[in-house]
């Protein structure tokens, strides 16, 4: 399926730059060879993850609770004596630091440098580059091989998978395990939450794409628990064959997609549908409350709202602005459509008619913290799972 013309989900501009944008087509396909769902068209890395990345991780406490407990699961795993910790996509060491405070051996591979910086300035041992093979020979050569490789939100980023596999095997103890955990097909399906179809999201994983694919390089999943983050991911755990004990939820994990049609093509043209039913909802939503007179605005400048705008066709017009507690996002436009974004702070002072949830993902962190917003009458919009105006 096509989205359209898409610029870069996190590329927020400022009106110097908008003649320069960068577009391309985003469009998703199923593969009915190997069941994965991937985008087919693109973008280079190097012009997504740099040194002006717009996203930290740590932009939310309910995301740093979550990690700290990733942190803890791992660590009452069986690591061995003085075990080494590698982290893909650390980012601003959100999960990372905890091994790092923990006083255990440890190093992340993020290269984006700012966010990378961010972990460095923590104490926190970051390498600002990308993970692959290469990577992986000379953090074995220096630091010998790694117990445990994690990883979150990264893995379905990198587009040669391959080489990340490749990587893990050169770099993973014989009974090490490779964990990672990323937004959940199946999530997606149900959800239609079709926002999480972006430039960085190169995969859509599930068990059933998975489970053949890390085969190739002599692994299997042992272990696969959903986590409710991201609006539903799921976290793998990857060893060498016959290394661990597959825990039962791998098969009955199986069974369930294969229950829900993950394979058929079927599953993916009723998405399809709902997906544009979604955009037909939502425009017609926004349209009628600008012809109400409504102030509209939205909450969360997030990736995931790139695809929403530009994709329903959502501009300045239907959203006065976007609000985001990410310094380095104020000030500028989003992507593609141009809505400006402002502070926080600016939300609070505004008193709109509605906000469109954007970061609907983080919805009981932000219900919690605007009570008073509702208490004024202010109202969140949101189209995940459905469009409607939340009561
Ligand atoms: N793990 C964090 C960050 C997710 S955002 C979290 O869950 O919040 C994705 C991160 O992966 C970005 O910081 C990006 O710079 C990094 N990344 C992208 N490609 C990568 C690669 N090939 N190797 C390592 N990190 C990568
Ligand atoms: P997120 O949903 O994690 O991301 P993405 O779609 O980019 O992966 O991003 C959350 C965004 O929402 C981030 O830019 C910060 C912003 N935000 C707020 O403005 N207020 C909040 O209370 C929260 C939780 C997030």
């Known amino acids: ?221 042992v272990d696969a628990s959903p986590q409710n983050v991201h609006g539903g991911s799921m976290r793998y755990v990857v060893a060498r064959r016959g290394a661990r004990e597959p825990s039962p939820a791998v098969a009955v994990l199986a069974e369930h997609e294969r229950l829900i049609g993950l394979g058929e093509p079927a599953t993916y043209s009723a998405l399809r549908d709902r997906i544009h039913q979604s955009r037909d909802s939502l425009t017609a939503l926004l349209q009628d409350l600008r012809s109400a007179g409504k102030r509209v605005t939205a909450y969360g400048a997030t990736s995931k709202s790139t695809t929403v705008t530009n994709f329903c066709g959502i501009g300045p017009d239907l959203i006065e602005f976007v609000s985001d507690t990410t310094p380095g996002k104020q000030g500028k436009f989003t992507p593609g459509v141009h809505i400006p974004v402002v502070p926080y702070e600016y939300f609070a002072r505004a008193h709109p008619d509605y906000a469109v949830l954007f970061a609907w993902n983080h919805a009981e962190e932000i219900f919690e913290k605007e009570a008073a917003f509702a208490r004024a009458g202010g109202r969140f919009i949101r189209y995940v799972p459905r469009v409607e105006i939340v009561e």
């Open 1 to 221: 399926m096509s989205f359209g013309r898409m610029p870069i989900a996190n590329g927020f501009l400022t009106p110097e730059t908008f003649a320069t944008e960068f577009f391309f087509e985003l469009r998703v396909g199923h593969c009915e060879a190997c069941s994965m769902v991937q985008l087919t068209d693109l973008v280079d890395p190097h012009m997504l993850f740099h040194g002006d990345y717009a996203y930290f991780s740590s932009i939310s406490t309910r995301m740093t609770a979550h990690f700290r407990r990733y942190a803890e699961a791992v660590m009452t795993g069986s690591l061995g004596s003085d075990p080494l910790v590698v982290e893909i996509g650390s980012n601003d060491g959100i999960l990372l630091g905890n091994f790092a405070r923990a006083g255990m051996r440890h190093v992340g591979i993020e290269p984006s440098a700012n966010v990378a910086r961010a972990a460095t300035d923590q104490g926190i041992r970051s390498v600002c580059r990308f993970f692959d093979e290469e990577t992986a020979s000379d953090v074995r050569r220096s630091d010998g091989p790694a117990a445990v490789i994690l990883g979150a939100n990264v893995i379905c980023h990198i587009p040669n998978i391959h080489a990340v596999l490749r990587g893990v095997d050169i770099l993973l103890e014989e009974r090490g395990a490779f964990i990672f955990e990323e937004p959940y097909l199946a999530d997606i399906i149900e959800k239609t939450s079709y926002d999480q179809v972006y430039d960085e999201h190169v995969f859509y994983f599930s068990l059933t794409s998975l489970a053949p694919l890390v085969a190739r390089y002599g692994m299997e999943i």
